[in-house]
């Protein structure tokens, strides 16, 4: 065992005493030590409850011949750090989470882990540092929050306040029908209802296979739900004790294979923009050699299949865990028989082909079968042409109006310039939002932009106008909204020489993002023009700004 290291020989003795003082016996030196991630913080509302979820896995574990050390990562909940400059600190989290599993688990070599994530950044950043120590790994995320309801049924959900605020900002609603949706959108525990990013995430790790059936979509705070946490559990630890643990490292399941499996399904789903950057990181440590230009072709072949909130608003999490969950959706882009889903290893012992094998729709109303999809192609794309030369991410499944604009630029600095731009009448019908320096090294740390794009929709602009920025998306954003800009403005990209009254055109269909200049014109702007640089009092986001990579490259940080 890895973890023999620690706890075997004469001269590991005062190892082995320090041990002794946390409670174990002389029989649990020779159980394998597995390590429980939490990410528990009273902060967030998917999170709150995960000191419970662990007491329940360490206790499975116990009882099934091993021993478990918890530990724990932060976590940011981009809700509540929305709006202000909190933000900034949202995706160089991820980084610090991927570097605490790595320092934890190395530093004492426990055997195996198992991780139990919910929000945003912090699966990918657990993903990311399980990746580095590629012990065998099993991830059990907290699980969807149910979604809330007005008083008359209508269901809503964390972007129903988002956008509640453009509508109230209108004049459409008065203060008394917003304060009903913020007091009913969020009505328990659990990652927020909809394909936003959180379960955007949950449900590709069912399609790398590193998570149990049911990670996407079973609730949170129901007993479905801590049965899922004791399987898990009850598997890491058969995994622990077998002949063969090294079968089940982490890079023998999540390779290549999962990465494309991935993506597949979260084209199938319409899964939130940022599960791009996410699994463009991933597949980098990882060691996949995955460029962005392949999610087009990989798109071209998924029909997309279920259209969830903020797609389509009326469907949640919990409605495609009544229709057959994320299982269903792998069986039904299998039948298409087309290669675009490849079976591989699952951490559960079996194949993905095995595990979907007796999967079936529950509700085709809810879950489309492959020859009624909302669309012949998948829900999200990538956008090339002078404007981003090296990719810009679009989610299609949440585009309101046409699936082509041209319109003329209006040019704002920051998010926050973008907000009063919008709230006072700035923007107008036929006008392209431009929002830069919030890229990776901009803002630094990539702001998401569910303020002004749920500004936009609440204002009834949402097919009237255009955004592009070089910053990113919250997973409830929809409308015509384009991010991940690449180059950004701070690395000299073309965002940042754009000018007011610029004609820009955007072709969903044909995944074209540009700006109509003369290249004489583009030169002649490039000679004059020298990137803004924010002034920073932190230190970490300083370093951050440094090392970080565009979001083409996943927005990981520079080794060396």
């Known amino acids: 065992m890895r973890s023999d290291e620690i706890k075997k020989g004469y001269d590991r003795a005062p190892h082995r005493s320090l041990l002794r003082a946390t409670g174990l016996k002389e029989e649990d030196f020779d159980k394998p030590f597995i390590g429980v991630a939490n990410s528990y913080t009273d902060m967030i509302p998917g999170h709150f409850f995960l000191n419970q979820v662990a007491e329940i896995i360490k206790e499975e574990i116990r009882a ?26 949202s995706l160089p989290s991820r980084e ?11 530093a004492h070599k426990l055997d195996a882990m198992i991780a139990i994530p919910n929000c945003d950044k912090i699966v990918p950043g657990m993903i990311m540092g399980a990746l580095r120590v590629n012990v065998p790994t099993v991830f059990v995320s907290g699980g969807p929050m149910a979604a809330g309801h007005l008083e008359d049924g209508t269901p809503i959900d964390l972007a129903t306040v988002f956008e509640g605020v453009g509508q ?3 004049g459409e609603i008065d203060e008394k ?26 449900t590709l790790m069912e399609a790398m296979g590193i998570a149990l059936p049911g990670n996407g979509t079973i609730l949170a705070l129901t007993p479905e739900r801590e049965e899922l946490y004791r399987k898990a559990a009850r598997r890491i630890c058969e995994i622990a004790k077998s002949e063969n643990p090294e079968r089940f490292n982490l890079r023998n399941i999540l390779n290549e294979t999962a990465v494309r499996n991935a993506f597949a399904v979260d084209m199938a789903m319409g899964g939130s923009s940022n599960t791009i950057l996410h699994m463009l990181a991933i597949a980098d440590e990882a060691g996949v050699d995955f460029n962005i230009g392949d999610i087009n072709e990989i798109s071209k072949h998924v029909a997309h ?26 069986h039904e882009m299998h039948r298409r028989k087309n290669d675009v889903l490849r079976d591989n290893l699952t951490i559960t012992g079996e194949s993905l082909f095995e595990r979907i094998a007796d999967a079936k729709i529950l509700d085709p109303e809810i879950i489309h079968p492959i020859e009624n999809p909302y669309s012949e192609v998948g829900g999200l794309a990538i956008l090339f042409g002078n404007l981003a030369e090296e990719g810009a991410v679009i989610k299609t499944a949440g585009i309101v109006g046409e699936r082509s604009f041209t319109g003329k630029a209006i040019c704002f600095d920051s998010q926050q310039e973008a907000i009063e731009g919008i709230t006072s009448g700035k923007v107008k019908p036929g006008h392209v939002v431009v929002i830069r320096y919030e890229g990776p090294k901009g803002g630094p740390g ?35 909204s384009i991010g991940h800009v690449s ?25 074209i993002l540009e700006v109509r200049l003369s ?3 583009i030169a002649q702007r490039r000679a004059q023009f020298t990137p803004k640089v924010k002034p920073l009092a932190s230190r970490w986001l300083r370093q951050y700004r440094a090392l970080v990579t565009n979001a083409s490259r996943g927005a990981v940080l520079q080794a060396e």
């Open 96 to 106: 610090i989470i991927a570097n605490s599993i790595e320092t934890m688990m190395n």
């Open 305 to 330: 299949i279920a259209k969830i909130s903020p797609s389509l608003t009326t469907v949640h999490m919990e409605d495609i865990n009544k229709a057959g969950g994320v299982s269903a959706v792998m």
């Open 64 to 89: 099934n011949g091993c021993v478990p050390f918890e530990f724990n990562t932060i976590g940011v909940d981009d809700g509540i750090a929305m709006g202000h400059d909190g933000m900034l600190y």
């Open 177 to 202: 029908t917003l304060t009903e949706i913020e007091c009913n959108a969020c009505p328990s525990g659990g990652s927020c209802s909809g394909m936003f990013t959180a379960n955007s995430m949950n």
């Open 446 to 480: 990539m702001q998401e932009m569910l303020a002004p794009t749920s500004l936009i929709m609440g204002m009834g602009l949402g097919d009237k106008v255009a955004l592009i920025t070089d910053g990113r998306f919250s997973g409830a954003t929809r409308g015509a």
């Open 487 to 511: 180059p950004e403005a701070a690395e000299g990209g073309m965002i940042g020489l754009l000018e007011d009254g610029d004609e820009i055109h955007l072709d969903v269909d044909k995944y």
């Open 519 to 521: 290249d004489e014109e």
């Open 168 to 170: 109230y900002e209108a």
